[in-house]
């Protein structure tokens, strides 16, 4: 990448993390966040965007994709029911050769960007153990040090060393993956045996680990999402799966993570994209998935029941 020419990164996306990678992409590259919240854009464009107590950053935060429609980079950041509404304003309008990163939560963002933008796309899929927390419009509290992993899901080898390029000299640590897919669903199980169940206790992520009924449960998940990627021939980056929770949990046990804030707002969650996959992959399979049917079912419940 040649360093004396900055690039255009947009994010689609600014919350917790569109922010914090907002602001770290932003001391070398021209940033633009694009959400669908006009008070967050306004306030964004007011005061810049910050993470911790650094210094704020100047982006330019806008409503209209248009204005994004000539960026070199387009990350993806919105919550994964939303990717496609988020990402067809960009259908025909950006360069062939400009990668999509997504390095969303969850199952069928991939799916949903190319039914969008259709299935040559420049695609670069990934993870990032990085956390976020929002604090206000712009601002995100750091939560922990990460590395984010990224690999093709139709981008050409040059194209996703050039995205783990601008990741590492924004600061963060990103490694290139010849086969994303057992990083994913490393992740996927991961998010499957925390999150809906922290979500459903209104807890922090501890008491997966701290409770011994959390802690069944969230094994007994565990362990059908590794027979599902078994049974789909991914070789998870791992050999005991629940023990690959609890370093998860011990790493982030005082976060109360993205399904436990979204369900206590009463707001959509991504439950369809995270057991709702292994499910989905699982019944293709011929793989029961009980007790990720159960929390799918529970969290869908909840999201659809009446305030008091």
């Given at each position: 990448?040649?360093?004396?020419?900055?690039?255009?990164?947009?994010?689609?996306?600014?919350?917790?993390?569109?922010?914090?990678?907002?602001?770290?992409?932003?001391?070398?590259?021209?940033?633009?966040?694009?959400?669908?919240?006009?008070?967050?854009?306004?306030?964004?464009?007011?005061?810049?965007?910050?993470?911790?107590?650094?210094?704020?950053?100047?982006?330019?935060?806008?409503?209209?994709?248009?204005?994004?429609?000539?960026?070199?980079?387009?990350?993806?950041?919105?919550?994964?029911?939303?990717?496609?509404?988020?990402?067809?304003?960009?259908?025909?309008?950006?360069?062939?050769?400009?990668?999509?990163?997504?390095?969303?939560?969850?199952?069928?963002?991939?799916?949903?960007?190319?039914?969008?933008?259709?299935?040559?796309?420049?695609?670069?899929?990934?993870?990032?153990?990085?956390?976020?927390?929002?604090?206000?419009?712009?601002?995100?509290?750091?939560q922990g040090v990460g590395v984010t992993v990224v690999g093709?899901?139709?981008?050409?080898?040059?194209?996703?060393?050039?995205?783990?390029?601008?990741?590492?000299?924004?600061?963060?640590?990103?490694?290139?993956?010849?086969?994303?897919?057992?990083?994913?669903?490393?992740?996927?199980?991961?998010?499957?045996?925390?999150?809906?169940?922290?979500?459903?206790?209104?807890?922090?992520?501890?008491?997966?680990?701290?409770?011994?009924?959390?802690?069944?449960?969230?094994?007994?998940?565990?362990?059908?999402?590794?027979?599902?990627?078994?049974?789909?021939?991914?070789?998870?980056?791992?050999?005991?799966?629940?023990?690959?929770?609890?370093?998860?949990?011990?790493?982030?046990?005082?976060?109360?993570?993205?399904?436990?804030?979204?369900?206590?707002?009463?707001?959509?969650?991504?439950?369809?994209?995270?057991?709702?996959?292994?499910?989905?992959?699982?019944?293709?399979?011929?793989?029961?998935?009980?007790?990720?049917?159960?929390?799918?079912?529970?969290?869908?419940?909840?999201?659809?029941?009446?305030?008091?």
């Amino acid at each position: 990448m040649n360093n004396d020419v900055r690039p255009r990164v947009a994010i689609l996306g600014a919350g917790a993390m569109g922010t914090l990678f907002a602001y770290r992409l932003a001391e070398r590259s021209d940033v633009t966040l694009i959400d669908v919240r006009g008070d967050v854009v306004e306030t964004i464009n007011e005061t810049g965007v910050q993470v911790d107590d650094e210094e704020p950053r100047r982006v330019v935060a806008t409503q209209d994709p248009a204005r994004a429609f000539a960026t070199n980079f387009l990350f993806v950041f919105v919550k994964a029911p939303n990717t496609l509404a988020a990402i067809r304003p960009f259908a025909g309008k950006l360069n062939p050769a400009t990668p999509i990163v997504s390095l969303q939560n969850g199952l069928g963002n991939e799916e949903a960007i190319k039914t969008a933008l259709g299935g040559t796309v420049p695609l670069v899929i990934g993870i990032t153990n990085e956390a976020g927390l929002a604090v206000g419009h712009g601002r995100s509290r750091r939560q922990g040090v990460g590395v984010t992993v990224v690999g093709s899901a139709g981008a050409s080898t040059a194209t996703v060393r050039a995205v783990g390029e601008l990741v590492e000299q924004a600061g963060l640590a990103c490694h290139v993956a010849y086969d994303i897919r057992p990083h994913l669903w490393g992740k996927l199980l991961a998010n499957a045996a925390i999150n809906p169940i922290s979500a459903l206790a209104d807890a922090k992520n501890g008491i997966v680990a701290s409770d011994p009924d959390a802690a069944e449960l969230a094994r007994a998940v565990a362990l059908e999402a590794a027979a599902v990627a078994r049974g789909l021939r991914v070789n998870l980056p791992f050999s005991d799966a629940w023990e690959y929770v609890r370093d998860v949990v011990a790493s982030s046990a005082e976060d109360r993570n993205s399904m436990t804030i979204d369900l206590g707002a009463r707001m959509k969650t991504e439950i369809d994209q995270v057991n709702g996959a292994i499910v989905a992959a699982g019944r293709r399979l011929g793989i029961p998935t009980p007790y990720n049917d159960a929390l799918l079912r529970l969290v869908k419940a909840k999201e659809n029941a009446p305030r008091e």
